[in-house]
């Protein structure tokens, strides 16, 4: 039957035991595949609206392992943190990051980036001054640096994220609430933390034009968050109806496969140039 077919096609699940190994060798290779070049940082554009000008971009890093192929960072990051090393992931992002505002300061662009940050960075509290040294090393205006949190991260253990969170703030960087949402944090609690923007989940956005309550949720923080003073973004924006109905609301930015999927940095320099010379 049909059905026992389909069980079949599922058989390649691996099992706990494969799925344990290969988290072994995935954290045990992580840093060297960083030396190797496996691992790079592609860009996805974020565009103001209703005009769709260029703001920035977000860095996803991306690793192509050798025996894996293409991996997902959904199933290497989580690894990479557990095993302690998502400061080594970080930095690696972030320099890329920095080198690539500089090179577009250089070209006479302020294109700014935006980089996501897990929650250990946030117990480290020599992350600001490393972000200070690093900025100052590139001379980039922290401006045009974005550091994305999960909602998770801030709330996992805010009285030890403050202080971190305001000295990164003081450096002048812009400071994202990620997957807003999907957490338990609510917008006034938002209020007690120095952030500048809120990022709708990508969830609420795929469903808005068919699901109601989505409407309603991603309408709300469109209007609390802009009461609040936050810049607002909406990630996973696929359609057009979705975009042109963000723009209605007042949604101030949008991100999403259909103004750009995340690209490498060479495809990106070419998706900038045909916008800018059309
Ligand atoms: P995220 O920060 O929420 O990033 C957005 C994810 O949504 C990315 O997946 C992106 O490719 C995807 N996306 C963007 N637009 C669309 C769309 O229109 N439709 C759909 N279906 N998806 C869209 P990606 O690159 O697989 O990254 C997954 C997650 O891995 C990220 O979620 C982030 O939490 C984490 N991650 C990625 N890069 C880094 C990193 O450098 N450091 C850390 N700590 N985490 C990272
Ligand atoms: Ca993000
Ligand atoms: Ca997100
Ligand atoms: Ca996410």
Redesign the pocket.
């Known amino acids: 039957s049909a059905r026992a077919s389909g069980e079949k096609a599922k058989s390649y699940v691996p099992s706990m035991g494969q799925i344990f190994l290969r988290r072994f060798q995935l954290v045990t290779q992580f840093r060297q595949s960083l030396e190797d070049g496996q691992v790079s940082?592609?860009y996805?554009p974020k565009v103001a609206l209703p005009r769709r000008e260029v703001l920035g971009v977000?860095?996803?890093?991306?690793w192509v392992h050798p025996e894996f192929g293409r991996l997902?960072?959904?199933e290497f990051?989580p690894a990479v943190?557990a095993a302690g090393l998502?400061d080594v992931?970080?930095d690696f992002?972030l320099d890329k990051a920095l080198a690539r505002i500089r090179k577009w300061l250089d070209q006479g662009l302020r294109i700014g980036v935006a980089?996501?940050?897990?929650v250990r960075s946030l117990n480290n509290e020599h992350f600001p001054d490393q972000v200070q040294a690093s900025l100052e090393r590139y001379g980039v205006p922290a401006e045009l640096l974005t550091l994305?949190l999960?909602e998770s991260v801030v709330m996992a253990d805010p009285a030890r994220a403050l202080p971190v969170l305001r000295a990164l703030h003081t450096l002048g960087v812009v400071l994202a609430v990620?997957?807003f949402g999907t957490g338990y944090s609510s917008l006034a609690y938002l209020r007690q933390l120095p952030v500048d923007e809120v990022?709708i989940?990508?969830s609420f956005v795929?469903g808005m034009g068919s699901d109601l309550g989505d409407l309603a949720v991603v309408r709300s923080i469109v209007e609390l968050g802009h009461s609040l003073g936050l810049v607002v973004v909406a990630?996973?924006?696929?359609e057009d109806a979705a975009r042109d109905q963000l723009a209605e609301m007042g949604c101030d930015v949008a991100?999403?496969?259909?103004i750009s999927?995340?690209l490498s940095e060479e495809r990106l320099e070419a998706w900038l140039q045909a916008r800018t010379t059309r």
Do not use: C, I, M
């Open positions: 940082v592609h996805q977000e860095a996803l890093v991306r997902a960072p959904d990051v943190e998502v992931l970080t992002v980089v996501n940050l897990s994305e999960g990620d997957d990022k989940d990508k795929f990630e996973g924006v696929e991100q999403g496969y259909l999927r995340p």
